[in-house]
Structure formats: C-alpha cells, structure tokens
C-alpha cells in the first residue's frame, strides 16, 4: 500500500445534473495512516492516484465497520452518521499532491489548510479557478446559479426568505472549519483554504484569502491577500493592503515577519523581514524610493523598496516635512552602505 | 396605445398598515412592445401616465390568459404564478420616466438597472430617498421598523433567531437580481440599482452604490460609490475611493475610463479617462497641485488635477523623494503645453 | 431601599454547562425608579450590590403581578411575556457601577449604551473581554464554540446549513438594539455595545466598536474604534480611520468634534475640536509634524500634531507640491504663535 497525502468523508451539494457545488469535510486527514488506508482500502478500492467516489449507504456502513475494527474511531464515527444522510456522500483520495481535477478534490486541500493540516503554499492550488464552479451560497446552502431564480421566485411566492449572501467560487470558512482559539468578527471575509494560527483576531475589517493567513497569534484589521503569511505577533492596522500574487504583487511573494505592525490605511508591495513598521497611511510599492537613516538617524543613501525586501528591524515612514518616504534602521552606517553595495 | 417606458408584475412586502415596504420583480421589462403592453391592457387599463395596481388572484389569472393568448410567454408564465401565492402582487406602468411617487416605481427602477436594462444615470432617480422607507432588512425578510422590537422580543420567546441584516432604504442587489456572469464576494456590499456588466467580481472589499456600476469585465476590491460608472478592463484596488455625488464629489460625476488601475488604498475625486493609472496610496482630489511630465519624464508644467479631468494615459503619483505629487503622460513637451494652456 | 444603577430583565441563551453566553434584554432600565425597584424587590430580595438572579415561571408571573399593581406596565408586559417562554431568563440588577463580573451583567451595560441611556465611556467597562464568553453567532442563534463541529455536522448530515455569521466575544447590535432614526447598510460593523445618535447613517464600509459612537446626526463610511465618539454634524469619508485605545492609539482618547469632515482614507491619531477638516488620503498620528498656517495661508511655524489636538477649525492637508503636512487655521499669525509657545 503506498502512503496517501490525504483522504477525506465529504457530504456535499449537487446541483440539478449531478455536478458537485462543494463539499463539506468534517474531518479530513493530511498524510494518512497506513492502518487508516488499508481499513478503507479492504471495502473501496483506494488504488494508488487520486480518486473520489461517491458512497451509498451500504459501502459506508462497511467502511464505519471495517474503520471500527481497525480502532480508526473518529472516522468510524463519521463514516457512521454519513452513512444515515439522504445528502451525497464522497470519500477523496489524494495520493500525490497535483493540480486539482475535481470540486471534492479541491475542496479536500481548502478543508486541510483551514484544519490548519497543510501551511498556505505547501499543496499544489494551481488551476483551482478553472476546477471550482461559481456558486450562490444562501440560507438554503449552495444553489446552482442557473438556478437560482427560479429558486428565488419560488420562495417569494411562499412568503419565504431565500438570501444570498455570497456569489463565488470560494465559500466563507467558517461554515466549513472553526479552528480553535480565533475569533472572526465578520466571517464574510475570510474564504476557505484561509490558515488562521491559534490566538488570531479577524477584526471587521480584516480579511484573509485562500493560501493565506497568519501563524498566530495575530491582531488582523487590514486585508491579508491571497499567498500572503503573516508571522507571529505581527499586528496589522485598520484597511491595511498587503499586495496579492493574484493582481498587484507580480511573482514577489508578499509576507510578514514576525512582530511587525503595518499601520492603519498602509500597504506594502514587498515582503517584510521581522520586527519592521509601516507607518500608517505610507503604501510602500516594490518601486518605491527610500532615503535610508542609519541608527544615528542620519540619511546614508537612497535604495529601492524592492532592496530592503525581508529585511529586519525597519521602519518604514514619509517625513512630514519634506514628503520624502524614509526607512529608519537600527544599523550603523557602515553596515548600511555594505547592505547598500550588495545589490549594486 | 401610447409606448410604455418600462413595466413590471411585481410581489412584495407591506407593513401592518398595508405600506408597502419593497417589492420583487423576477421579470421586468424596458420598453415594452405594444403587444406586451395590449394584452394587459385588455385586463386592466393602463393609461398613459404611472400607474400602480395591487392584483387580486382573479386578476392575475386574466392576465396570465391574456399574455398566453398574445404569445408572451414569459409574462404570462409569471402572472400564472402569482396568481397562486397569497402574498401582495402589484403591477407597475411606467409611461415616461420621471420622479418616483411610490415604493413599487422605484423598485421597478433599481430593478432596470440591476437587471442591466438601464444603465446607471438613465433613469431619473431624483427624490428616491424620500420614497423609500428605511426598512430592516431580516433573516425573515423585509420588516417596519416600528414593528421590529416587538417581532425581535416574539422570535426570543420561541427561541427563534430573528438576525437583523440591513437597516437602510435599500436592499442587497443579490436577494432581487443576480446577474449572469459576476461574482460578488459579499452580498451586503452591493445595492440594488447597481450595474453589473458580465465579467465582473466584486472581491470582499469591494462595494457598488446604486445607480452606479461596471460595464466589464471588471475586478473591484474598491469602492463605487453612487452615480460612479467605471469603463471595461479597469480594476479597483483594495480599499480604494471614488467620490460619489451624493457627498464629497460635488457636482463632479466621477468616472473610470477604460483599462484603469486605481491602486490599493488609493482614490479619485475627479473623472479618469481610459488607460489611465493612480498609484496605490494615493488620493486624488479636484485641488491637488500636480506637476506635469512629458513622455521624456521631464517636468512641463503644474496643473489642478480638474483639469486633467477625462484625459487618457496619465498615471498619477507622488514622488517619493520629494513628495511631490505628478503626472506621468505619454505626451511630448509641445503637446503637453498646448493641453495646459487650453485651461487659462 | 438604595437607588439602582440599572437594571433589565433579561432572556438569553446557555450553552450545555449552563453557562451563558449572551443574553437580550427587551427593555433595559438605567437609573430605576424607587417605585419599579420596590416593586421587583417585593418578589425577588434586591440587596444592595449587584446581583443576577436565574427566574422561573412562577417568579415571572410573580414580578408581573407586582409590576402591573405598581403601574410599571411596560416590564410588566415583558415579565408576562417571559413567563410562557422556555428559554432561560435572568434578573440583573446592578446597584453600582463596577467591573462587570458575568455576562448577563455585561450584556446589560452593552444595552444600556445602544439604548442610548449611557453614553461612552459613561460605564465601567473595564475587563469585559476577561467576561465575555467568545461565541459562534449563526442562524440558529448564539452557540457555544465546543458544540459547534458537531453542530455544524449534525445539520449537514439533515441536509439544513447552518450559517456561522460571526466568531466573537461581541454580537452584532441590531440583533438586539435597533435605535430609531438610524440606518446601518451592513449591520455585521457595529457591535452591541455602540452608541448611534438619532439620524446616524453607518455605510457599508462604516464600522462602530462597543463603548464608542456618534452624537447624531452623522454619516459614517469609516470606522470609529473603541472609545471614540464623534459629536453631532461630523462626517467620516469612506474608509477612513480613527484611533482606538485598544490598540495603536495608546493612552490618549481619540474624538472627533461637531462639523468635523474626515476625507475618505484619511485618519486620525489624535482627537479633534469641532470644524476640522482631515484632507482625503492624510493620515494625522500624534507625531505628525505639521507646518502651522495663518488665516492668510503664511507658515507661522511647526507643531506636532498632538499639540493641536482639540483644537478647532483647523483643515490638515498635505501641500501636494512640497509633500509637507500643513495645517490651516483661521487664526492670525500672533495668536498662532501665543498657542504654539503655551506648549513649550
């Protein structure tokens, strides 16, 4: 039996043809057991690619038994009560990790960075546009945009209330993963596939994107975009922009250290090393041009925001009376100019 | 039979005292052909002016027979369902568009707009604020403000959730239209009586007034405030700001040409032309001093930024080093000049 | 009898320990009658510090009977009522105002400020984060963190959703105060706990924290942060932001006086008098420095901006050609200058 990457039990929506809208995994497992497999694998056959199958309530009674014998409890326990619901029921396997072939496949990777079982960039999400389908979420769960207004006319007709709060092809996380130790003041925005570290604040303001999130504990009021990590103890301010890999940001990988504090209103197009401050209201794009102060506070020399990507210990700030964008260190000037030269 | 402007079966929500309070129409219409429009007319009479009818069922069957028999299938489907739903059924005629004097018309107006059948600033909205009640806007629907505390402290009782959504005079876009081919990442920040052209996403950060709108495809994680029309191809940045008409933009109508970029954070209180760029972090208002360069990147001249208004291919930023704010052109010297002094 | 600080009877959720985690109050009392407490105290023994006292039917039923022979008619209604419902009910009484020692107690300070009968920073709110319970806030009412996986499964596997709308030690406001003559476009930014005077408007980017709001009326598209107040006639632009004394604002207490206008994406680090004007885009921290200007537009000299606070009629811009932070006054050079030299 070759080791899996992953496997999870989903119960999902399908809309009117049978295509999966999502998948709902309570319990997904990120690199597998050998025991674990093989209790699956004695009832359906896991092979060793990816795979998913749908289950009906016979095959997931003899999984619930045969995980039971093999004191696999916990997804016996859910193979269970899975096998007791009318709603469509998948078990993924993830053998190697590869672009997504399927919405269950996709959701499953989403479902582990948010149990916090895989860190933002470590599982392949390329091409997952092209796999996961717009869909409406509402009060009613997901519904099929074609649909939907038919859906919609129909509840009006009954007096009912039928919302949509969210057109997309990612759903809010916390319908799918709670993880423990965060709070979310508007769960609106933070999707699925977010990775939230335990002590982490989600302020109204705050958002976090898939492929994201912070390693806790963190205090987020401003917009963490998608690929961007935030390191712990970093705090950032209100309506603050990190540039995303999605649009802005080119191929840089924005990220934050750890102790950091981006500003209320500031930004940042380069990543940042640790301990370094973004005064607020200063956007600092790659291309930015920057008067370097020594630990004396003295200007040394002038470098590109790009240069100083990662670096420890700045702090970033326009001067109020020359307008000039500055960045303050805690290096003499020698070890200034050398850091200078080396990008010459 | 005099040409209609627009018309609409419409069913909606009243207070205790038979106000109404919104209404939804699955399927309205913008001038209207005269066949439409006759065989209604056979049912009710129509006249020349606006006009708003509640519908009994017996009224509703007749038209649904009447539209079935000119062959608007559509209408006449919509009639047949009304006709069986117990809740308030209105139908509204618009004869020429002028100022909305109830509920029901200027529903029928946001919903022309949202359904993309009258783009923002063609339909005359003035004194809509006065019409529409502010309502809460709850899990169970469109609910009096008078009557909510007492509804409030009943859902308790039972142990039922009654979630207060929205307390405004208008309601989300997406619980009366959803319109092919967008995203929106969350509903609450999208009035009814936007415009959505198909491409366009509207990311968390996001937002989109009515009468105000896309024409896409369109990536927006700004905002789009009411009255503000931004061209195909342009992106908002994260948390960036148009100035609406309704506060702070003055008489200014902003808007966004084609294939723009407005940066993160950023923001505009003049119209951009097309092909046109503000760097992320920077705020452009009407007033702001800004130094001009030709395509050699030389210095030409100073002008307000109003009177740049409209122009193509400027790109907008602030000097780093001296704070300075600029307008890059792709514009000789000459030209440049020309352009300035046309303003004395 | 002493007098009463407040009181409320309240009805609210527990989760399977019996431990609450929030509870609504229909109609809260602050400063009580001697009359209304005398009447209470009949059935249930008052005493003279703060208590909560868990009520059963027939203790309703009790204080409803002694209510109405009291005349208090309006918590009379509301004792009835109470009395035929199943859900938990609870007596506070707070006899003076401390740090808030459970969460009823806490839930009823919140009310108070929402129902306008404390203002900010009126109450002893001191600890209220070590009280409150963090809760999963959802369609199915308030749920205790540990319960909700299974929760969440339970009502996947019968094919219902359950939506977690927010993950906080903070509801939303609306869900339990809905004060009149107010508009909130998207009721997920402001927490109970808000102040919102008559003819406040919170839009879609507006966000109000617990102890903190507006006198009315106001139009707010930027947040106010925990602590700040704004008086009557001042409008936030969107996105704007102001200081909290939870974080980054320090000891100082941010607020915003009447007429005041903060440009969107602008921000405050220090408070204002009334009649400011924060430019668009500017962010003002305490440590600006700021070039002083007289009624005829001179430099008169230079100032950080924490030795204006308070100060009225002043605009802050930053001068769009020297990138230096300025600040307009209405006053003459020498006048300027006695109140730069009262700092020194």
Redesign the interface.
């Known amino acids: 039996m070759t080791a899996l990457h992953s496997l999870g039990l989903g119960?999902g929506t399908q809309n009117s043809k049978g295509e999966w809208l999502e998948v709902?995994f309570?319990c997904p497992v990120f690199n597998p057991s050998e025991n674990l497999v093989n209790a699956i694998n004695d009832v359906v056959e896991c092979g060793k690619g990816n795979s998913l199958t749908t289950l009906n309530a016979k095959q997931l009674k003899a999984i619930c038994e045969s995980l039971r014998e093999a004191d696999e409890k916990d997804q016996a326990s859910?193979a269970g009560?899975?096998s007791?619901?009318?709603?469509p029921v998948v078990l993924v396997l993830i053998g190697s990790d590869s672009k997504s072939q399927s919405v269950p496949e996709a959701y499953l990777k989403l479902h582990l960075i948010s149990h916090r079982l895989a860190k933002p960039h470590s599982l392949v999400l390329d091409g997952i546009f092209g796999v996961l389908p717009?869909v409406?979420w509402?009060?009613?769960?997901a519904i099929d945009?074609e649909e939907?207004?038919q859906r919609?006319?129909e509840a009006?007709?009954?007096?009912k209330?039928?919302?949509?709060?969210?057109?997309?092809?990612?759903p809010r996380m916390?319908?799918y993963v709670?993880p423990?130790g965060?709070?979310?003041?508007?769960?609106?925005?933070v999707?699925l596939g977010a990775y939230l570290g335990e002590g982490t604040t989600i302020m109204?303001?705050g958002?976090v994107n898939f492929n994201a999130g912070t390693e806790g504990p963190n205090?987020v009021e401003g917009?963490i975009?998608a690929g961007v990590f935030v390191g712990s103890g970093s705090?950032l301010?209100?309506?603050?922009?990190t540039?995303g890999t999605l649009?802005?940001g080119g191929n840089i990988i924005i990220s934050v250290g750890k102790e950091c504090l981006i500003?209320?209103?500031?930004?940042i197009?380069i990543p940042l090393g640790d301990r370094c401050t973004v005064?607020?209201?200063?956007?600092i794009?790659a291309g930015?041009?920057?008067?370097l102060l020594d630990d004396q506070r003295k200007p040394v020399g002038?470098a590109r925001a790009r240069d100083l990507a990662g670096q420890d210990d700045l702090l970033f700030r326009?001067?109020?009376?020359?307008?000039?964008?500055e960045c303050l260190t805690n290096q003499s000037a020698v070890a200034l100019n050398e850091a200078l030269h080396a990008h010459n």
Chains 1, 2, 3 share one sequence.
């Open positions: 119960i709902y309570p859910i009560s899975l007791e619901s009318e709603r717009n409406a509402t009060n009613k769960g945009l939907l207004p919609q006319f009006r007709l009954k007096g209330t039928l919302s949509v709060n969210c057109i997309d092809k990612f916390t319908d709670v423990n965060v709070r979310i003041a508007d769960t609106a925005r999707r109204h303001e958002f205090m917009r975009s705090d301010g209100g309506g603050c922009s540039m649009s802005g500003g209320a209103n500031a930004g197009g005064e607020a209201g200063l956007y794009t930015t041009k920057v008067v002038e326009r001067n109020s009376t020359t307008g000039a964008v």
